[in-house]
């Protein structure tokens, strides 16, 4: 069954320190893997999108990887503050879907402190 | 530059009424167009989505339905709300090609009370 599993479940940091958000997929063959933030009661904002041949993409603080032979990603964030403070959800797509099967994780609670 | 529109924002109420959440996509033309439910701690359910006018595919049997009226308008509704449809709903849409983005609308929520 094509799963996404991130962890932590939830995270607390304090300001300009650096975390990672982990991603573990089951989804084969998989076409692209995407992150989004989602502030509090809003929609979620894309951070990075790869192919399944792409193994970093940055957006400013945000670097994400993927290994593909491993089936994990990760979410960096360098020097954070406190508008980080969001849900961090990981995406895939599976190769022979269409958008209509995208398979999302159920997201990384972070919570950034002064 | 393409933007998407979802409203309201937030939504009370009773059992038993009826539901319309709408969403325009501007921008493009011949979006695909999704719906989510999103569940506190868990991922986003794909309730229905469209390909083109009138094309409508259900994901999941529920209390919900939804009509594209519009190449660009995305409706979600129901007869007679239940509890159990309480939740956070998004609006998303996408290119017909892979290499689009896929951007979600700023969700509304809804408490059925």
């Known amino acids: 069954k094509n799963q996404v599993e991130q962890s932590p479940q939830s995270l607390i940091i304090l300001e300009g320190k650096n975390c990672t958000l982990q991603?573990?997929?089951?989804?084969?063959?998989?076409?692209?893997l995407r992150w989004y933030k989602q502030d509090t009661g809003r929609g979620p904002v894309s951070l990075t999108i790869?192919?399944?041949?792409?193994n970093t993409k940055s957006n400013g603080r945000y670097t994400a990887t993927l290994d593909a032979d491993t089936k994990q990603s990760s979410l960096h964030i360098t020097a954070s503050q406190l508008s980080d403070s969001a849900s961090y959800i990981c995406?895939?797509?599976?190769?022979?879907?269409?958008?209509?099967?995208?398979?999302f994780g159920a997201g990384t609670r972070l919570a950034v402190h002064p | 530059s393409q933007t998407i529109h979802q409203w309201p924002a937030t939504l009370v109420q009773p059992v038993g009424s009826p539901l319309s959440l709408e969403c325009t996509v501007e921008g493009t033309s011949n979006p695909n167009l999704y719906w989510y439910r999103q569940a506190a701690g868990r991922g986003l359910q794909l309730l229905f989505y469209s390909v083109g006018i009138g094309q409508i595919s259900s994901e999941v049997p529920q209390n919900l339905s939804a009509s594209r009226p519009q190449d660009r308008q995305f409706i979600l509704s129901s007869k007679k709300l239940l509890l159990s449809d309480s939740g956070f709903y998004l609006c998303?849409?996408?290119?017909?090609?892979?290499?689009?983005?896929?951007?979600f609308g700023s969700g509304t929520r809804l408490t059925v009370v």
């Open positions: 790869m192919t399944f041949s792409e």
């Open positions: 995406v895939v797509s599976p190769f022979s879907g269409g958008y209509n099967k995208l398979i």
């Open positions: 998303a849409w996408s290119g017909q090609s892979s290499n689009y983005g896929y951007t």
């Open positions: 991603c573990n997929y089951t989804v084969s063959p998989f076409s692209n």
